[in-house]
């Protein structure tokens, strides 16, 4: 086994890197960095590493990393620390963790208040296997209690600048704390949820590094615009809302809780949509056979039907074709438009959270990439299917749910 003080030997094909002292480039890494073992003891620290915890590498090595940092009595930076490194070794996945207050005990016995981005890593063997986690950590302390602390010499006109500030600070952290037990219910659920994990963890990681960007600008730069900043900040909010709104109502979805099962008029239902939408500069087709009732909920049932032509809207470029129906005993509704489509190979990912094909994200940059999920979910939730049926030119999304019997 190479130890971190031997030099390496070639790696990549055409690569020579023997030259390279790699125990040097570790040392003077100016990001803390430490790597552990698959069981979280502490084999190497870099001086970042020591300088950031205020503990010598020689009472670091050979202890468990949550055990020589325990935390405070305010703080679950252990256990959330210990769930990563779980999902490194068990996945073989980076893990990157949002901003936490994980505080930390000197040497000389005081607990320190502090903040931190955490990265975790693997590095594999021959085998696959973890051999070492990486372990990385960001100090945002300075900046947190900055946010904190400051107070604004706000020019006339700007008065209550200061408190809204202090409200988008406070949804920062209230929106992590919410991602954060969005991720704890959805890694009990089977393997693919818990993929689905990494996937919202890097989506939402978007909006909160925007807002904590934003609020760094209008703490350093006194020439910028705080109404400019604060709209900025607020549109951060606004998404990183939806995107947590749209996971709890997964979540709930999938906890296969009691359901209304009221007597509910698909028909109806689309109807009422398409009046409120009136979608500009596009020709409507529309089919819809009275008396087609299905048992269920009716506000997750108009989400689903909101969901199905909210995404034709999207993509259709003069023409939309909705119709309801009965065909083999089952409620049908199809809604087509004349976009660019779906080809075979995406018709099932189009259902995977955050999945978005690039014309998605180029005519709704905003979108969350759940509308279509969430629908799957209401779908199978009332025992039908959903599914992206044959058509051309564009999409067909069909909806079949049973018929109300009695």
């Known amino acids: 086994m190479r130890t971190w003080g031997e030099t390496a030997s070639p790696v990549g094909k055409g690569v020579d890197v023997s030259g390279v002292d790699f125990a040097a480039v570790f040392e003077a890494m100016p990001i803390p960095t430490a790597v552990l073992s698959p069981g979280a003891e502490f084999l190497a620290v870099n001086r970042a590493y020591e300088a950031a915890s205020g503990w010598a590498r020689e009472q670091l090595i050979g202890e468990l990393i949550y055990e020589r940092f325990p ?33 930390v005990e000197r040497p000389d016995g005081i607990v320190e208040e502090r903040y931190w981005s955490l990265m975790n890593a693997p ?79 890097h989506d939402l990681r978007g909006p909160i590094t925007g807002l904590q960007t934003r609020l760094q600008v209008a703490l350093e730069d006194p020439m910028a615009d705080p109404q400019d900043i604060l709209r900025a900040a607020l549109e951060d909010a606004e998404h990183l809302g939806d995107i947590v709104a749209d996971l709890l109502e997964l979540a709930r979805l999938e906890s296969g809780g009691p359901a209304p099962v009221d007597p509910v008029d698909l028909a109806a239902l689309v109807e009422g949509d398409l009046a409120r939408r009136a979608p500009q500069g596009l020709k409507l087709a529309v089919t819809l056979e009275g008396g087609v009732t299905v048992a269920g909920s009716k506000v997750r049932l108009a989400r689903l039907v909101a969901n199905l032509l909210a995404n034709a809207e999207r993509h259709a470029v003069a023409r939309i074709e909705v119709s309801v129906g009965v065909e083999d005993g089952l409620a049908v509704l199809r809604v087509a438009d004349d976009g660019p489509g779906i080809p075979p190979e995406d018709r099932e990912a189009v259902f995977a959270r955050f999945f978005r094909r690039a014309d998605a994200r180029k005519a709704d940059p905003g979108g969350t990439g759940l509308g279509l999920p969430i629908s799957r979910e209401i779908a199978h939730a009332h025992g039908g299917s959903l599914v992206v049926a044959d058509g051309s030119p564009g999409a067909v999304l069909e909806l079949r749910l049973p018929l109300r019997t009695g």
């Open 71 to 103: 935390g405070g009595a305010f703080d679950q930076g252990p256990a959330l620390l210990r769930a990563s490194l779980e999902r490194v070794v068990a996945d073989r996945r980076v893990d990157v963790m949002p901003l936490l207050r994980y505080d």
């Open 123 to 201: 590095v594999l063997d021959g085998t696959g296997a973890v051999r070492y986690v990486i372990h990385r950590g960001e100090e945002a302390t300075a900046f947190v209690q900055q946010v904190r602390g400051h107070r604004f010499d706000s020019p006339p006109g700007l008065y209550g600048l200061e408190a809204r500030m202090q409200v988008v600070e406070a949804d920062l952290f209230a929106r992590t704390v919410e991602l954060e037990e969005a991720n704890r219910r959805l890694r009990g659920l089977r393997e693919r949820e818990r993929r689905a994990v990494a996937d919202t963890s």
